[in-house]
């Protein structure tokens, strides 16, 4: 029977409602003469729907004569219909085919490269040494030869320790391990130095090998000689060593800032405009820049257009916002002035300040006059200030 | 055939092990469960409602009483109906 449904579907079949009194008649009939009717429903004491194939359909006539009932179709319903529905609106379906085969072709391309794992060496250059080995926005997935390319790309960037590259859907996902940190500079094989690498007080020194030249508490200058890595003993010949030794000095660190206290702010006025452009691979669609505002800020956004998932296609809608400023003149309490001064202070002295630093004391100056606000800062730290150089 | 004829069958029948259905024409009734019920060798539809089938069989009508009654296939050895059937009549 399946079998059957099937070959009706395909040959296509309708549905009919047969109206008249000799229902039961009509359907032995139609049996008798070998016309294939199913799924036959009442629907009330004169009415039936029921299935039929097509080519048996002008077959019904003569039953239909017969038996003094009649026969509507209500619907038509298979493969033949479908295919005539497809040809009736040809320019759509083949707008609509090659729309799936312009996405197949396209999502066969690199349209993204996504890097991850980047510290502090420069993404641009990993991109370039990528593009320069085949792997760029717009290569063909299928020749990408992604061993290749990582081998060639380790090789030519040593800063690299790994790197992995993944494709998923039109994006390439490009992994890199960064080496840990740079070897150092004098092997432990070479005789060596330690000098001051900036002026302090000395407060702590650990010799592990090398003989020391200063003690506790003597104020060293920039680039004097701590430890000496030249051993002298009587009676011995000169020896020279790799001078390991910790030395933590105090040092301090400076800082000045003025801030008048009369200040021109830029403060928004809720007026946005924006402004978007197109970008088609690498070309892009822009109408005149055109700004009516006097000062603004400028947020640049980019949006991928068409993406699904990790299937991104290089379309992008590019949104400039632009935010109209006004300026403002304000004038500072002496205060307000003081807490901005040390504000800034702060934040630039930490930038200053080397890693593992342990800050002893701190002191913060300000001096007034009419226009503005001074003020001084500066950290007591204490830091290993010792630098191995080699003996020339 | 006359009844004379239809025991001589019947008795070969038993004998030999034949299937009766072909050879005494007699329909053959097969239900699944209580949803469908397919009639082979059946001699035409009798009357066909939602509730109420009769069917002209071999061994006389057969009443079939039930809901949502649908024939699903009718052919000329065959007769396949669906619904929810309550009670058959011979």
């Known amino acids: 029977m399946f079998t059957i449904r099937i070959w009706n579907y395909l040959r296509g079949y309708a549905i009919i409602i047969v109206k008249g009194l000799k229902i039961e008649r009509f359907i032995n009939l139609a049996v008798v003469n070998n016309i294939y009717i199913w799924d036959i429903k009442k629907l009330d004491y004169v009415t039936v729907k029921a299935k039929i194939n097509l080519g048996n359909f002008r077959r019904l006539r003569d039953i239909v004569r017969k038996t003094d009932s009649s026969v509507s179709v209500l619907s038509k319903h298979g493969l033949p219909f479908i295919i005539r529905n497809v040809k009736r609106r040809k320019l759509f379906y083949t707008i609509l085919l090659s729309l799936f085969i312009f996405i197949y072709i396209m999502s066969s391309f690199v349209w993204m490269i996504e890097i991850k794992g980047v510290k502090s060496v420069d993404t641009e250059k990993i991109v370039k040494c990528l593009n320069a080995e085949g792997l760029k926005e717009g290569s063909f997935k299928g020749k990408l030869d992604r061993r290749h390319i990582e081998n060639q790309v380790l090789i030519n960037m040593p800063e690299l320790s790994w790197i992995g590259i993944q494709i998923k859907g039109t994006k390439a996902i490009v992994e890199v391990v960064e080496k840990k940190e740079k070897p150092p500079l004098i092997s432990r094989d070479d005789a060596c130095d330690i000098v001051a690498a900036k002026d302090g007080v000395i407060t702590k020194l650990l010799v592990l090998s090398g003989d020391p030249l200063v003690k506790d508490g003597t104020t060293v200058r920039k680039g004097q000689r701590l430890v000496t890595g030249t051993i002298l003993r009587e009676n011995l010949e000169p020896r020279q060593v790799h001078s390991l030794a910790q030395v933590i000095a105090r040092t301090w660190y400076e800082d000045a800032e003025e801030i008048p206290f009369q200040q021109i702010e830029y403060k928004p006025t809720g007026n946005i405009s924006r402004q978007y452009r197109l970008k088609l691979l690498n070309k892009e669609f822009s109408g005149k820049r055109r700004v009516s505002f006097k000062d603004f800020n400028e947020n640049i956004k980019e949006r991928d257009l068409i993406s699904f998932g990790d299937y991104v296609f290089p379309v992008k809608l590019i949104e400039h916002r632009f935010e109209e400023l006004v300026p403002e003149l304000k004038t500072l309490m002496i205060n307000e002035a003081k807490e901005r001064c040390l504000e800034r202070l702060d934040a630039r002295i930490k930038l200053m300040l080397p890693e593992g630093a342990v800050i002893l004391n701190r002191n913060t100056n300000y001096y007034l006059n009419k226009k503005s606000v001074k003020a001084t800062i500066s950290v007591e730290v204490l830091e290993d200030i010792g630098v191995k150089q080699k003996i020339q | ?90």
């Open chain 2, 1 to 90: 055939m006359g009844k004379r004829g239809y025991w001589l069958k019947e008795k070969l029948c038993s004998t030999f092990e034949l299937p009766k259905d072909i050879v005494l024409d007699v329909s053959k009734v097969v239900i699944i469960g209580a949803g469908q019920i397919t009639v082979e060798n059946h001699k035409g539809l009798i009357e066909y409602s939602e509730e109420l089938i009769r069917i002209n069989t071999g061994s006389g009508i057969m009443k079939l009483c039930g809901r949502n009654l649908t024939i699903k296939n009718i052919i000329q050895e065959e007769i396949a109906i669906t619904g929810v059937i309550t009670n058959i009549e011979f």
